[in-house]
T-cell receptor, first 112, second 116 residues
Framework: GENVEQHPSTLSVQEGDSAVIKCTYSDSASNYFPWYKQELGKRPQLIIDIRSNVGEKKDQRIAVTLNKTAKHFSLHITETQPEDSAVYFCAAKGGGGNKLTFGTGTQLKVEL | EAGVAQSPRYKIIEKRQSVAFWCNPISGHATLYWYQQILGQGPKLLIQFQNNGVVDDSQLPKDRFSAERLKGVDSTLKIQPAKLEDSAVYLC??????????????FGPGTRLLVL
C-alpha cells in the first residue's frame, strides 16, 4: 500500500519568513495530493491540493509543488503569520481507489 | 452549506465497554469515511462507504469495530469491546464522489474517545 513520509515533524519560523514542508510517497500511481491544516482540537481543513497532471499550484501565500519522478511534493508558505501556526498534514491518494494516506504531520510555529 | 456533523464530541468509557459514534455527511455527498487519529499522528482510514456500500475496510479491526451506513446518508461506527489503545479522535469525512475532481474530503469536528 501507499506510504507517505513527512518532514520536518516540527518547524519554527519567524513571522514573515517562509516555511517549507516536504513529503514523499511510495505509490507511483498516486494522482492526488491534498494538504490539510489542523489547529489544536479542531478538524483538518483542506488548504490546497494538486493533481498529478500539474507540477505546481499557488493560492495567495500558499503553493504546492509536485515532482512525480522523485515522488515528492512540498508545501510552501510565504510571509508567514501567527495564524499559520498549526499542524499540517500531507496526503496521497493511490491510483487504485480513493484511499487517502496521510503523513505524520508537521507542527508549524510562527513566532513574533 | 452545512458541514459534516458528528456526535458525541467527547466520550469517556472503561475498557471492555461499548461505544457508538454518529456522523451526518454534507448533503449530497455519496462517499463517507471514518478515520482514526491517534495523538501526534495523521488520520488513518478505517472504512470508506460509497452510498451504503463498503468500498474499503481493510484497516478496520473487524473483531471489535463495526460500521454501517443505512440509506446511504448517516453512518454509525461502533467499538465493542473497547481497548485502551482505542483512545483517539474518530473523524468522519465526506466527499461528493470518489472519482477524480470530486474527491475533496471534508472533515467533521471529530469525537474524542478516552478509554480508561
Amino acid at each position: 500500500g501507499e506510504n507517505v513520509e513527512q518532514h520536518p515533524s516540527t518547524l519554527s519560523v519567524q513571522e514573515g519568513d517562509s516555511a517549507v514542508i516536504k513529503c514523499t510517497y511510495s505509490d507511483s500511481a498516486s494522482n492526488y495530493f491534498p494538504w490539510y491544516k489542523q489547529e489544536l482540537g479542531k478538524r483538518p481543513q483542506l488548504i490546497i491540493d494538486i493533481r498529478s497532471n500539474v507540477g505546481e499550484k499557488k493560492d495567495q501565500r500558499i503553493a504546492v509543488t509536485l515532482n512525480k519522478t522523485a515522488k515528492h511534493f512540498s508545501l510552501h508558505i510565504t510571509e508567514t503569520q501567527p495564524e499559520d501556526s498549526a499542524v499540517y498534514f500531507c496526503a496521497a491518494k493511490g491510483g487504485g481507489g480513493n484511499k487517502l494516506t496521510f503523513g505524520t504531520g508537521t507542527q508549524l510555529k510562527v513566532e513574533l | 452549506e452545512a458541514g459534516v456533523a458528528q456526535s458525541p464530541r467527547y466520550k469517556i468509557i472503561e475498557k471492555r465497554q461499548s461505544v457508538a459514534f454518529w456522523c451526518n455527511p454534507i448533503s449530497g455527498h455519496a462517499t463517507l469515511y471514518w478515520y482514526q487519529q491517534i495523538l501526534g499522528q495523521g488520520p488513518k482510514l478505517l472504512i470508506q462507504f460509497q452510498n451504503n456500500g463498503v468500498v474499503d475496510d481493510s484497516q478496520l479491526p473487524k473483531d471489535r469495530f463495526s460500521a454501517e451506513r443505512l440509506k446511504g446518508v448517516d453512518s454509525t461506527l461502533k467499538i465493542q469491546p473497547a481497548k485502551l489503545e482505542d483512545s483517539a479522535v474518530y473523524l468522519c469525512a465526506s466527499s461528493l464522489e470518489g472519482v477524480s475532481y470530486q474527491e475533496t474530503q471534508y472533515f467533521g469536528p471529530g469525537t474524542r474517545l478516552l478509554v480508561l
